[in-house]
């Protein structure tokens, strides 16, 4: 089985910072694409940043340029660096990744979420 533990949420200020990181553990293959997607009250969950295997990275308009998302494979970690938050990305944050378990079993999985809260 594969896990993914999600931590870095809370409550931060607007204008604040904050970093989301995932790990990835279990039976593992070969780590895909990773990313994170993000759910408010009310709305459809949706992407906010993935990562693919050659690092190449895709990013939703409402956070380019505010938001970076990186990997470290020899941890099967990704990383969510938020800085300039504004209310509006206040949701739960969850981590996902496509992941081989085994050479011929491909899979996507899911963290169970992280609370950003924007707020003054």
């Known amino acids: 089985q594969v896990q993914l533990v999600e931590s870095g949420g809370g409550l931060v200020q607007p204008g604040g910072s904050l970093r989301l990181s995932c790990a990835a553990s279990g039976s593992i293959f070969r780590v895909n694409t990773m990313g994170w997607y993000r759910q408010a009250p009310g709305k459809q969950r949706e992407l906010v940043a993935a990562?693919?295997?050659?690092?190449?990275?895709r990013y939703a308009d409402s956070v380019k340029g505010r938001f970076t998302i990186s990997r470290d494979n020899a941890k099967n970690t990704v990383y969510l660096q938020m800085n300039s938050l504004k209310p509006e990305d206040t949701a739960v944050y969850y981590c996902n990744a496509n992941i081989n378990s085994k050479w011929y079993q491909r899979d996507d999985y899911w963290g169970p979420g992280t609370q950003v809260t924007v707020s003054s």
């Open positions: 990562i693919f295997s050659g690092d190449s990275t």
